[in-house]
């Protein structure tokens, strides 16, 4: 198989994983709601920056992409 089709194939299946942990671990992981986002709310516009969250991801990412590295 080519190796550009397996990639898209891994790449969609851990997508599918992702959004999954995202939609069960909302419940019990407040992702997007940390303390250090930033939310304004006014009448008619809620303006929402999810700093903390970003740097969150950010660092999860890096860890998951170095340990890829170092295993392969």
Aim: hydrophobic fraction near 60%; aromatic fraction near 14%; proline fraction near 6%.
């Amino acid at each position: 198989m080519n190796p550009f089709a397996k990639t898209l194939i891994v790449l969609g299946i851990v997508l599918v994983v992702i959004g999954l942990l995202w939609q069960l671990g909302g419940r019990f992981f407040p992702f997007g709601r940390l303390p250090g986002d930033i939310v304004v709310e006014k009448e008619n516009v809620r303006f929402y920056f999810p700093i903390v969250s970003s740097i969150v991801l950010s660092v999860l990412l890096s860890l998951i992409l170095y340990l890829v590295r170092l295993f392969r």
